[in-house]
């Protein structure tokens, strides 16, 4: 059974732009009750885009995930020590070099955290109620949200202008 998809792929780049912009219309924003309008162009450009930029974003992504998936196991292992060395790092401290007041100071606040997490439960945070607030705002906000994306659409224009340059004058010789 053939679908959407298989037709869609088949398609040259002016159509391919033009069918997603459709799809996009189609979507009914809850705000203003209205269609969603967003011109072919906007997504030709995206897909005429030079794969190798998209490659470092696949891989600062995969480093996130090494990341993240590493961190998660240790405090798997050992939430204990796992979060006596985010603080350590927090506060600038190699654990080979801790005195006994901060040592001390080290156990207790494992201590804090312990009764910090078993009271607040699922509201309970690592990092401060200020890092988290900014989390969310930027999540949420549509103003930042359009600025980043209108300052990293500026950023692509500039590198795909620089590329396509570098490929004409490669041409001409």
Same mark, same amino acid.
């Given at each position: 059974?053939?679908?959407?998809?298989? @037709?869609?792929?088949? $398609?040259?780049?002016? @159509?391919? %732009?033009?069918?997603? %912009?459709?799809?996009?219309?189609?979507?009914?924003?809850?705000?203003?009750?209205?269609?969603?309008? =967003?011109?072919?162009? #906007?997504?030709?450009?995206?897909? @005429?885009? =030079?794969?190798?930029?998209?490659?470092? /974003?696949?891989?600062?992504?995969?480093?996130?995930?090494?990341?993240?998936?590493?961190?998660?196991?240790?405090?798997?292992?050992?939430?204990?020590?796992?979060?006596?060395?985010?603080?350590?790092?927090?506060?600038?401290?190699?654990?080979?070099? $801790?005195?006994?007041?901060?040592?001390?100071?080290?156990?207790?606040?494992?201590?804090?955290? *312990?009764?910090?997490?078993?009271? *607040?439960?699922?509201?309970? #945070?690592?990092?401060?109620?200020?890092? =988290?607030?900014?989390? /969310?705002?930027?999540?949420?906000?549509?103003?930042?949200?359009? *600025?980043? =994306?209108?300052?990293?659409?500026?950023?692509? @224009?500039?590198?795909?202008?620089?590329?396509?340059?570098?490929?004409?004058?490669? %041409? *001409?010789?």
């Amino acid at each position: 059974m053939r679908k959407q998809y298989d @037709d869609f792929t088949q $398609l040259k780049l002016k @159509d391919m %732009s033009k069918s997603i %912009s459709d799809m996009t219309y189609k979507y009914i924003n809850p705000d203003t009750q209205e269609p969603t309008k =967003v011109p072919a162009t #906007h997504y030709e450009k995206i897909l @005429d885009q =030079v794969t190798e930029k998209y490659m470092a /974003d696949i891989t600062s992504r995969q480093f996130l995930s090494i990341m993240y998936n590493q961190l998660t196991a240790l405090k798997k292992e050992d939430e204990k020590y796992f979060n006596q060395a985010l603080l350590c790092m927090d506060v600038g401290l190699n654990p080979k070099d $801790l005195r006994i007041n901060e040592q001390i100071a080290i156990e207790y606040a494992n201590g804090y955290i *312990e009764d910090k997490k078993n009271f *607040e439960k699922k509201n309970y #945070h690592f990092l401060s109620e200020d890092i =988290v607030r900014a989390y /969310d705002e930027a999540k949420n906000d549509p103003i930042i949200q359009a *600025e980043v =994306v209108r300052e990293s659409n500026k950023f692509e @224009d500039r590198e795909n202008s620089m590329f396509q340059n570098k490929n004409y004058e490669r %041409s *001409e010789r």
